[in-house]
């Protein structure tokens, strides 16, 4: 005969870990969920055209590894580019936060992504390493560049036709752009996305997808 006692408390023992389980999966399949619905809104956004915003330049500057990195390295390949600022109190850890978000749904493609610092005196290739870090950055598909203040400027401005100023904000800090630039394999910039906006990622994962249909790798 079985003890009342006993089955009474195996029932919360059952509900308690029904309750846990119920805990650990509602994230599950809301990120599940997430996911499929940003991909259906990729879908959606698949046919639209593409625009031509004019050429990159050629650049050099120098990545968290202390190596060489530029235009040369970027050679027929789809890239995206950012701007940020390691001590940004501002947008740049959400675009930041973005970026790393774009790894996982383009990790089958060759696309390589360029993260531009605006204030290189302080964002050193040591700094940017421990930045690259903490977004768990893939070395050989995310690179964050620094260099010469004036070059990287001039390259902004002149040749990403982004704004950037430097005091020009609230105490001083500096201001700058907070879109993303997608480049064809060809150097030429297909578009502009602010990656805080609801739909940023969502727009500029559509346009990379068609990019890199369009354009395939050499060898595919």
Same mark, same amino acid.
């Given at each position: 005969?079985?003890?009342?006692?006993?089955?009474?408390?195996?029932?919360?023992?059952?509900?308690?870990? %029904?309750?846990?389980?119920?805990?650990?999966?509602?994230?599950?399949?809301?990120?599940?969920?997430?996911?499929?619905?940003?991909?259906?809104?990729?879908?959606?956004?698949?046919?639209?055209?593409?625009?031509?915003?004019?050429?990159?330049?050629?650049?050099?500057?120098?990545?968290?590894?202390?190596?060489?990195?530029?235009?040369?390295?970027?050679?027929?390949?789809?890239?995206? %580019?950012?701007?940020?600022?390691?001590?940004?109190?501002?947008?740049?850890?959400?675009?930041?936060?973005?970026?790393?978000?774009?790894?996982?749904?383009?990790?089958?493609?060759?696309?390589?992504?360029?993260?531009?610092?605006?204030?290189?005196?302080?964002?050193?290739?040591?700094?940017?390493?421990?930045?690259?870090?903490?977004?768990?950055?893939?070395?050989?598909?995310? *690179?964050?560049?620094?260099?010469?203040?004036?070059?990287?400027?001039?390259?902004?401005?002149?040749?990403?036709?982004?704004?950037?100023?430097?005091?020009?904000?609230?105490?001083?800090?500096?201001?700058?752009?907070?879109?993303?630039?997608?480049? *064809?394999?060809?150097?030429?910039?297909?578009?502009?996305? *602010?990656?805080?906006?609801?739909?940023?990622?969502?727009?500029?994962?559509?346009?990379?997808?068609?990019?890199?249909?369009?354009?395939?790798?050499?060898?595919?």
């Amino acid at each position: 005969m079985n003890n009342p006692t006993a089955v009474q408390k195996r029932r919360p023992a059952i509900a308690s870990r %029904a309750w846990y389980a119920t805990l650990i999966l509602i994230p599950l399949l809301t990120a599940a969920g997430l996911l499929w619905l940003r991909q259906l809104q990729v879908h959606a956004h698949a046919s639209r055209a593409i625009s031509r915003y004019g050429s990159v330049p050629p650049f050099q500057l120098t990545n968290q590894r202390s190596k060489p990195f530029g235009s040369e390295q970027l050679i027929e390949k789809i890239w995206i %580019a950012d701007f940020v600022f390691t001590s940004c109190p501002g947008p740049c850890p959400m675009i930041s936060s973005r970026m790393s978000e774009l790894q996982k749904p383009l990790e089958e493609t060759d696309v390589h992504l360029v993260t531009f610092t605006v204030d290189p005196e302080t964002d050193t290739p040591e700094v940017l390493r421990a930045y690259a870090e903490r977004l768990h950055a893939r070395d050989s598909r995310w *690179d964050f560049l620094t260099g010469d203040k004036t070059a990287i400027y001039n390259l902004t401005r002149e040749g990403f036709k982004l704004a950037i100023a430097e005091g020009a904000g609230d105490e001083g800090q500096l201001v700058h752009s907070t879109r993303a630039v997608l480049v *064809d394999r060809r150097g030429t910039i297909r578009g502009y996305y *602010d990656i805080t906006a609801p739909d940023g990622v969502t727009t500029l994962l559509a346009d990379t997808s068609r990019l890199v249909r369009e354009q395939p790798k050499s060898g595919d």
